[in-house]
Every structure is written in C-alpha cells, then in structure tokens.
C-alpha cells in the first residue's frame, strides 16, 4: 500500500477487502460505526494509536498490514515542537480542571496574606497519591501568577523514588531565579540556602515544590517571610515545619467526580447514561486520577457504553476493592489501563520506568527496546493515549512517580533480570556514546559524526550537539555515574575525554568536577599513565574554572605532569603545566604562570601540538602583563592571531573560534595596560562581536565591562553607558562580578 494514502482510504481499502460492513467492523473493534465513519471519510485525521490498534484486531490484519495501518496513522498525526526541558517550569493550568472551590478558595486567600503579619509564606498540600495535589498546586499558580510579577516557578522533587537532593533543587531554583552560574560557584551550600530565603523576601514569587519526599528535602528552599509564596505538596502532611499552613487533600466529592467524568466525556455522552457515570465515578474512589485513567478508555473505545466500562470495573472487584484502601487504590487504576495494551507498549512502560531522567523524548524508547524512534514514538503516545505517560508541550514525555514505580514492579515481575540487564546496557551505551560523539564535535582531528554513525537522534550540526549534551545532560551524566559504577573504565574516559572542548561552551554547568573526578579514578583503575595524565589535567581545569579550588587544581596539574612524564608524552606534560599555569593566574604567582607557560610552549612544540601551542603562549602573554610587560604581552598576542590568519593554519573550527576570542579580548587587556584606549575599545568591541556568535556569554560580558571601561577614558559616556547596559541586559548570565562592576561604572557616569 503506497504511503502516501490517507489513513480512511487505507482503513476503508482493508475493511472493503475484509468484506465487512461498519457495523461488523464496529462490533469487532469495539469502536463506534459513527468514528469508523468519520475515520474513513478524513473527518478524523489523527485516529489514537489504541484505536488503530483496536481496528487492526477487529480487521484480523497480518502483521504488515498492520504496521501499514498505524503507518497511515502516524503520518496523519502532526509532530509536536522540540524544546530544551529543564527541571524548573513555569507553570501550566489542567485544562478540564473541576471542583475543588472550597481548597481553591483557602489557597487564594494564604496567597493575599504571603507577606503580611497575618499569613504565612509556606502552605503544605498533602493527601494520597491520586487525590489532584500537584493538579490543585498548578491550577492555583496558573491562576494567580499575575499576582506574582517575579515569577512563577514548579520543581519537581521527584519524592516517591529517587527524590531530587535538596542542594540540586536549590541551584536548580536560584537559576530560574536568574543567579548566575559564576555566583553559585563562590557559595556553599549554606550561603545558596541564604541567598534563596534572601530572594524570596525581596521579590514576590511564587514557587511550587512537588511531590516532597520530606521536611528535610524542603527546608532549605523556604523562605523566613517576604512577599513569596511557596505551596508544597506532599503525601506526608510534613507536620515537623512550623509556620506553615496546612491543606489536607482527599478524594473528591461525588459530585465534583462526576463533572469531571462529564467535562472528559462530553456532556452529551455522559448524561445519556448518568447512572452508569456516576457507579464509575464510585467505582475509581473518586480519585481525580483514577478517574482520568477509567474515562481514558472510554474516550479512546468510542464504541463502548459506560455501561460496559461499569461491568469491567466490576470484573476487577479483587483489585478495584484496593481503590478504597490506601496508595495501592491508584495502583488499581494503573492495573486496568495497563491491561489493556498492546504487549509492545506494556513491554514499553516496563523499560521507561529504567530511564534515569525526569523526562525524555523517543530515542530513549528506541534504545531501551531496540527498534526505530518512529516506532518507539507510535507506541510511547499510545501510552499517552491511556494516561499512561504524559506528553508535554516541549515534545518530551513524562512518567510519573507512581507509575514509575508501578512500571518497575512489572518490569521485575515480568522480565528476567538478564532481560533487565540488557535493557539498562542499550540505554547506558546510547547515552554515552551519543554523549561522545556529540562532545566530538568540538574537539580537534574529529568533528561531525563519522559516516558509519547511526545515530538515534540528529547531530548534523554543532548546534544540534550541543543542544543534546545540555538537553539529556541529566540522563547521560546518571549513565557515567552508572558506568563508573560497574567498573567500565574504557567507556568512563572515553565519554569523559570528548568533552574536552565542549566545557568551555558550557562552563558553569555544576558538575563537569564530578565528571573528570570519575574519569580520573577510571583511568587510575586502568592503571594506564597517558590516560591518568589526560584526565587529572581535565579534574584540575574543573577545580580551577567550575569551583575556584585553586591550589588543589595546582596539585591535579603537578600529578597529572608525573604521570605524562612516566607515558613519556610531551604534549601531555605541556598541557598538565598549562593547566597549572591558569591556576597560578587565580592566585596571583605572576613568575610561576611564566615558567610553567614557556615550559609547556617548548612541549607543545616538541609535540607539534598546534592547539596546545595557542594556549600556552595565550598564558605566557597573560603573565607578562601581570609582571608589569604589557609591550611583550601584546607581541605574544599577536603572534596568536598571526598564526590564525595564515593561510595554513592547521587549526580551524571551534578551537580556532574559542581561541580568536581569548585572544582578541588579551589584546584589548594589553592596550588597556599600555593606556591606548582606543585601540583597547576596539579589540573589546570585537571580542564581542565574536563571543557573540560562539555563544560565549560569560566572555561577551567581559569585554563589554572592558569596552566600557576604556570608553570612559576616552571620554565616550553615551556609549560605555550603552555597553554597560547591555551586560546588565545580560542578567546574571553574566557573572555577579561584571555585573557589579558594570552597575558601579554606571553610577560613576554623570546623569543624563
């Protein structure tokens, strides 16, 4: 059958041929002669996976018509824009959001007293899985998010299993809250607890913690008072926080359960057999939850009475008995959709409940079950179609807790630990080969993916690399642990050492320390020299970069020296005495920077290591002028930029980008020394331009404070007002430090 045919064509092709009427396909579908009708005369274009699963069965199709069928299917259903998720989201309203007045009103009301001496700024919304919190928490922040003009924030913390660790969620909130990266490295833990309750007070946001585990998960994220509200919700009433208000959540009333059933049905249907809606309604323990998982079915088995849906129920009675008794009453809800799958998408939610990710998008279907991402896709929204899996509106998936850990029991159940194993291996050797060849991008002598790649997800561009590696970093980063874990040391390095230029793209992410502090113990566990110099230089960048550690970085770098000279490789011993020289730059040791610098500059020769060269000699200018020789620091510098322009420059791509910009931004740093302003403004200006267009922003920042600098010495104030500006424009993004320069330069500035 030619692709290309609408999906009712293809249908009304196979039933014709079947020799069926719709009303003996219908009877045996179990889907209705009016939506076979609609389906096959293109009123409805996008049929639900489950339907089409349904239709095949009734047409008794051979497994190629089948996937011919769902083909149609998937064609005809739109795709779904691809954003990057992060773990903080503003947040988004449920749609057919029904009853609750009473608790809608309480927490409207805590809103108005946050910040007066009457309220508190913390209220706790607790009950049992199922009972509409976080649902509750949404609809209130959607609501009200006008009254909070700082913004409105939801943190997932995951409490049911593998809850978030509360320093995580920290950093996570105070970089929605625009702290940047650079600021967050000079605290603790402590002083980011402080820095959170500070903000809190000043500003008025709203802020909702989901799914709490625990008062001790929680604490650090409130606020003593302010003008903030924070709603937590919890299965635990979290009794041992103090001034907080409290909500206790239950299941709905009957009627308000039965409304919703109408709003998720239609009016029309739904009344037709009130009855029979409102024994469902009692049948899933009127828990909001329950209820959307039951009334699924019905949506999708369009053909079915609520009737029939009342007698399965029924059948269910040993399980559905739980619905009254407790957590396991969602359990039951779960066990009535999951039974009705396909058994690839049962097998599906088995797998994804091992992906270790608050969300993810197809390939890791793909990879966990060994098919293509089309496929996986089909299948992951025909648990979307039964409420089991959620898509969002950045075109990834959601498993919640709770049927993560439903999915989990089945997969032990029903899969052999080996089975298991292997699953867990597909998605760990994705995950960190996709991770390879996406740092590899950035790193000179490979670039694009080989030829031979196959990959499940694009990365045809450097951007779409880079887009992955910030996107899945919470997955990959879990396979490295993993990996590390289970003592596969070759697989550690070798994720670990693509991302060698990556970082400098992506600085301040939080965890690159951890990362080179495993790939250094790897390659110590491998007992290999060269490869415990490579990542011990890589451990001391993070110390000295990431977390301003920097005598241990001097350290990692002394280490790291040791054992390139054992692997008798010069151009590892160079970059172990550059690593060391950046960290003397951050402490002030201007004469060790220039003997370690002319050091690794002879290595790097010896070595014919072109891009280690440009990096030693950048230092060795840079500790020149910190000596006080800003006329031999510029000769240096401009040698760098000689050697990029000449027409066989070996070094090219984003090494060469990364090393423009340090370098025309050194120029701007050695004019400025040397008091020719305008030459300085106008290297600035470029290093700019070009920090710009590599994405650097950290490094735009830098030379925006330094143009403006040196456009206040030329007297130019309306236009070092403009740069100093745009650093503010920045916002923290830019770096506490140049923001606070930028803020003291402008109040130094005559009014306008």
């Given at each position: 059958?030619?692709?290309?045919?609408?999906?009712?064509?293809?249908?009304?092709?196979?039933?014709?041929?079947?020799?069926?009427?719709?009303?003996?396909?219908?009877?045996?579908?179990?889907?209705?002669?009016?939506?076979?009708?609609?389906?096959?005369?293109?009123?409805?274009?996008?049929?639900?996976?489950?339907?089409?699963?349904?239709?095949?069965?009734?047409?008794?199709?051979?497994?190629?018509?089948?996937?011919?069928?769902?083909?149609?299917?998937?064609?005809?259903?739109?795709?779904?824009?691809?954003?990057?998720?992060?773990?903080?989201?503003?947040?988004?309203?449920?749609?057919?959001?029904?009853?609750?007045?009473?608790?809608?009103?309480?927490?409207?009301?805590?809103?108005?007293?946050?910040?007066?001496?009457?309220?508190?700024?913390?209220?706790?919304?607790?009950?049992?899985?199922?009972?509409?919190?976080?649902?509750?928490?949404?609809?209130?922040?959607?609501?009200?998010?006008?009254?909070?003009?700082?913004?409105?924030?939801?943190?997932?913390?995951?409490?049911?299993?593998?809850?978030?660790?509360?320093?995580?969620?920290?950093?996570?909130?105070?970089?929605?809250?625009?702290?940047?990266?650079?600021?967050?490295?000079?605290?603790?833990?402590?002083?980011?607890?402080?820095?959170?309750?500070?903000?809190?007070?000043e500003r008025r946001c709203l802020v909702v913690l989901d799914n709490a585990r625990d008062e001790g998960q929680v604490r650090a994220l409130l606020p003593a008072g302010g003008r903030s509200l924070v709603l937590i919700t919890s299965r635990r009433p979290l009794t041992g926080l103090e001034d907080v208000d409290r909500l206790a959540l239950t299941?709905?009333?009957?009627?308000?359960?039965?409304?919703?059933?109408?709003?998720?049905?239609?009016?029309?249907?739904?009344?037709?057999?009130?009855?029979?809606?409102?024994?469902?309604?009692?049948?899933?323990?009127?828990?909001?939850?329950?209820?959307?998982?039951?009334?699924?079915?019905?949506?999708?088995?369009?053909?079915?009475?609520?009737?029939?849906?009342?007698?399965?129920?029924?059948?269910?009675?040993?399980?559905?008995?739980?619905?009254?008794?407790?957590?396991?009453?969602?359990?039951?809800?779960?066990?009535?959709?999951?039974?009705?799958?396909?058994?690839?998408?049962?097998?599906?939610?088995?797998?994804?409940?091992?992906?270790?990710?608050?969300?993810?998008?197809?390939?890791?279907?793909?990879?966990?079950?060994?098919?293509?991402?089309?496929?996986?896709?089909?299948?992951?929204?025909?648990?979307?179609?039964?409420?089991?899996?959620?898509?969002?509106?950045?075109?990834?998936?959601?498993?919640?807790?709770?049927?993560?850990?439903?999915?989990?029991?089945?997969?032990?159940?029903?899969?052999?630990?080996?089975?298991?194993?292997?699953?867990?291996?597909?998605?760990?050797?994705?995950?960190?080969?996709?991770?390879?060849?996406?740092?590899?991008?950035?790193?000179?002598?490979?670039?694009?993916?080989?030829?031979?790649?196959?990959?499940?997800?694009?990365?045809?561009?450097?951007?779409?690399?880079?887009?992955?590696?910030?996107?899945?970093?919470?997955?990959?980063?879990?396979?490295?642990?993993?990996?590390?874990?289970?003592?596969?040391?070759?697989?550690?390095?070798?994720?670990?050492?693509?991302?060698?230029?990556?970082?400098?793209?992506?600085?301040?992410?939080?965890?690159?320390?951890?990362?080179?502090?495993?790939?250094?113990?790897?390659?110590?566990?491998?007992?290999?020299?060269?490869?415990?110099?490579?990542?011990?230089?890589?451990?001391?960048?993070?110390?000295?970069?990431?977390?301003?550690?920097?005598?241990?970085?001097?350290?990692?770098?002394?280490?790291?020296?040791?054992?390139?000279?054992?692997?008798?490789?010069?151009?590892?011993?160079?970059?172990?005495?550059?690593?060391?020289?950046?960290?003397?730059?951050?402490?002030?040791?201007?004469?060790?920077?220039?003997?370690?610098?002319?050091?690794?500059?002879?290595?790097?020769?010896?070595?014919?290591?072109?891009?280690?060269?440009?990096?030693?000699?950048?230092?060795?200018?840079?500790?020149?002028?910190?000596?006080?020789?800003?006329?031999?620091?510029?000769?240096?510098?401009?040698?760098?930029?000689?050697?990029?322009?000449?027409?066989?420059?070996?070094?090219?791509?984003?090494?060469?980008?990364?090393?423009?910009?340090?370098?025309?931004?050194?120029?701007?740093?050695?004019?400025?020394?040397?008091?020719?302003?305008?030459?300085?403004?106008?290297?600035?200006?470029?290093?700019?331009?070009?920090?710009?267009?590599?994405?650097?922003?950290?490094?735009?920042?830098?030379?925006?404070?330094?143009?403006?600098?040196?456009?206040?010495?030329?007297?130019?104030?309306?236009?070092?007002?403009?740069?100093?500006?745009?650093?503010?424009?920045?916002?923290?993004?830019?770096?506490?430090?140049?923001?606070?320069?930028?803020?003291?330069?402008?109040?130094?500035?005559?009014?306008?």
């Amino acid at each position: 059958m030619s692709g290309e045919k609408s999906f009712g064509v293809v249908l009304r092709g196979l039933r014709q041929r079947g020799r069926l009427t719709m009303e003996e396909l219908a009877e045996a579908s179990g889907v209705s002669v009016r939506a076979i009708g609609d389906m096959e005369r293109g009123r409805s274009r996008v049929p639900q996976r489950r339907t089409v699963v349904a239709l095949a069965e009734g047409l008794e199709l051979a497994d190629t018509e089948r996937e011919a069928l769902l083909a149609a299917a998937r064609a005809a259903r739109p795709t779904r824009a691809v954003a990057v998720a992060g773990t903080v989201v503003p947040p988004r309203s449920v749609g057919d959001f029904t009853g609750r007045s009473a608790e809608l009103a309480l927490l409207r009301e805590a809103a108005e007293r946050a910040g007066t001496d009457e309220g508190a700024s913390v209220s706790v919304v607790s009950g049992p899985p199922g009972c509409g919190k976080t649902t509750l928490a949404l609809k209130v922040a959607a609501d009200l998010a006008a009254e909070f003009p700082d913004g409105c924030f939801v943190v997932d913390l995951h409490g049911v299993e593998g809850p978030v660790d509360p320093g995580e969620a920290l950093l996570k909130l105070l970089k929605a809250l625009g702290v940047s990266d650079r600021r967050l490295a000079q605290e603790d833990a402590q002083g980011r607890a402080g820095l959170l309750r500070a903000l809190l007070c000043e500003r008025r946001c709203l802020v909702v913690l989901d799914n709490a585990r625990d008062e001790g998960q929680v604490r650090a994220l409130l606020p003593a008072g302010g003008r903030s509200l924070v709603l937590i919700t919890s299965r635990r009433p979290l009794t041992g926080l103090e001034d907080v208000d409290r909500l206790a959540l239950t299941e709905m009333a009957q009627a308000e359960a039965v409304e919703l059933l109408r709003r998720i049905l239609g009016e029309e249907r739904a009344d037709a057999e009130a009855e029979s809606v409102a024994r469902v309604a009692e049948l899933c323990g009127r828990l909001p939850l329950a209820l959307r998982v039951a009334a699924n079915w019905l949506t999708v088995r369009s053909g079915w009475s609520v009737d029939h849906l009342v007698r399965r129920l029924a059948d269910e009675e040993r399980r559905l008995g739980a619905l009254a008794a407790g957590d396991v009453r969602v359990e039951a809800a779960f066990e009535l959709s999951y039974r009705q799958l396909t058994g690839q998408a049962a097998r599906m939610l088995r797998l994804l409940s091992l992906v270790p990710a608050p969300d993810m998008t197809a390939a890791y279907g793909a990879a966990l079950s060994s098919i293509g991402v089309f496929e996986a896709e089909d299948v992951m929204e025909e648990l979307v179609e039964a409420g089991l899996l959620q898509a969002t509106f950045t075109g990834r998936y959601q498993l919640h807790d709770l049927l993560r850990l439903f999915a989990r029991a089945r997969l032990s159940r029903e899969e052999t630990p080996g089975e298991q194993e292997a699953a867990e291996d597909r998605l760990r050797t994705w995950l960190l080969a996709t991770a390879a060849v996406a740092g590899r991008w950035y790193k000179p002598g490979y670039g694009a993916p080989p030829s031979s790649w196959r990959g499940l997800v694009p990365l045809e561009t450097a951007e779409e690399a880079r887009a992955w590696l910030q996107s899945e970093a919470p997955a990959w980063l879990a396979a490295l642990r993993s990996a590390a874990g289970r003592g596969e040391h070759t697989r550690v390095t070798e994720t670990a050492d693509a991302m060698d230029w990556f970082v400098d793209l992506w600085v301040f992410w939080g965890h690159w320390p951890e990362v080179f502090h495993l790939s250094s113990q790897a390659a110590a566990a491998l007992d290999d020299p060269y490869l415990q110099a490579v990542h011990l230089s890589l451990y001391s960048w993070a110390l000295n970069t990431c977390e301003r550690r920097h005598r241990e970085a001097v350290e990692r770098a002394d280490e790291a020296l040791e054992y390139a000279r054992r692997a008798q490789d010069a151009s590892q011993q160079a970059w172990a005495l550059n690593h060391a020289a950046w960290a003397h730059v951050e402490l002030g040791e201007a004469q060790e920077v220039a003997d370690k610098s002319l050091a690794a500059i002879a290595l790097f020769e010896t070595a014919d290591d072109c891009e280690g060269w440009l990096q030693a000699v950048g230092s060795y200018g840079h500790s020149l002028r910190l000596l006080g020789r800003a006329e031999e620091a510029l000769t240096q510098h401009e040698r760098i930029i000689a050697f990029l322009d000449s027409p066989d420059c070996p070094v090219s791509g984003h090494v060469a980008d990364l090393t423009r910009n340090q370098t025309i931004g050194a120029l701007g740093s050695d004019y400025a020394a040397l008091g020719r302003w305008r030459e300085a403004a106008d290297q600035h200006r470029s290093s700019v331009v070009h920090a710009n267009r590599i994405g650097l922003t950290y490094g735009e920042s830098h030379s925006l404070v330094a143009m403006g600098e040196a456009l206040i010495e030329l007297g130019d104030t309306e236009e070092a007002r403009s740069c100093l500006r745009q650093v503010l424009a920045l916002g923290d993004a830019a770096g506490s430090r140049y923001l606070k320069t930028a803020q003291k330069l402008l109040d130094t500035l005559p009014a306008q």
